[in-house]
């Protein structure tokens, strides 16, 4: 079947397999690698990515289900130069393997947008489907705060 979506901006048709995934043919047809298969059953958010702006696990859907969509990974995310999410997990050690990073800074970016002045409650809530294996997740939840301040509207409330 062919199907036809925006990709990080840029237009998009391809002929795919009806039983495809997703996050293959995301991978291996148009060579975006942020979003990993990390867990490959929908428990980790490696692999999430926003669809028509809102967070989607590419490992749980059929690539058919993007025809007609939008869908920006962490790649797109820094189209023009790195978001702040992604600033913020670098600059605050927010990051280790990086393997779990694309997920974590796509729902976060969603996030802030809904969320603008959220609480550590309500950070760590909202990347519940985000599994990090290598690092606790306070410096995650510090850089997603800071994210939000340096997005101008977080002024870290308290809990």
Not at 21 to 37: F, H, M, N, Q, Y
Not at 132 to 143: E, L, M, Q, S, W
Request: glycine share 14%; hydrophobic share 35%; net charge negative.
């Amino acid at each position: 079947m062919i199907i036809s979506f925006v990709l990080d901006g840029e237009a998009r048709t391809l002929e795919v397999d009806g039983g495809a995934r997703a996050v293959d043919i995301l991978r291996e047809s148009c060579g975006v690698t942020a979003p990993k298969e990390g867990c490959g059953t929908g428990e980790c958010g490696a692999c999430t990515v926003l669809v028509d702006g809102v967070p989607r696990l590419s490992c749980l859907m059929l690539a058919a289900q993007l025809d007609g969509r939008a869908v920006i990974t962490a790649q797109g995310l820094a189209s023009d130069g790195p978001h702040p999410v992604q600033e913020a997990l670098a600059d605050l050690g927010g990051v280790q393997c990086g393997y779990c990073t694309p997920g974590i800074a796509v729902t976060a970016a969603e996030f802030l947008e809904r969320h603008p002045d959220p609480t550590r409650e309500e950070i760590r809530e909202a990347l519940s489907g985000n599994l990090c294996r290598c690092t606790g997740y306070h410096k995650i939840v510090d850089a997603v705060e800071d994210a939000a301040k340096r997005l101008g509207s977080g002024c870290g409330r308290d809990e």
